[in-house]
């Protein structure tokens, strides 16, 4: 039976081994590309935030293109934010 160390443990250990992966920012925050933290840090009102999904057109997405990208680095993950 898995106890609760190992169970916080194994993704610990799994990190520490992955050694490269891939954080994919991609959201209204990426427009004015100042950070995922933009609504906050910028201390914009939500309503402003919110004008971003006007044009936020994610057309060209290719899930399939990002991981290519990352699999001749080897990246052990690929996480988007």
């Known amino acids: 039976m898995e106890t609760h160390q190992t ?7 799994w ?5 490269f992966g891939m ?3 991609w959201g209204l925050y990426s427009i004015p590309a100042v950070g995922e ?3 906050l840090n910028q201390h914009l009102p939500f309503e402003e935030y919110k004008k971003l999904a006007d044009n936020f057109k994610p057309a060209k997405f290719d899930a399939q ?10 990246a052990d993950s690929q996480l988007p934010l």
Do not use: Q
């Not at 169970?7 to 250990?13: D, G």
């Not at 293109?65 to 080897?74: E, K, M, S, V, Y």
């Open 65 to 74: 293109a990002w991981a290519g990208l990352a699999r001749p680095h080897r």
């Open 15 to 19: 990190f520490a081994d992955a050694r």
């Open 23 to 25: 954080f994919i920012h």
């Open 37 to 39: 933290w933009t609504l």
């Open 7 to 13: 169970k916080v443990e194994k993704p610990r250990i």
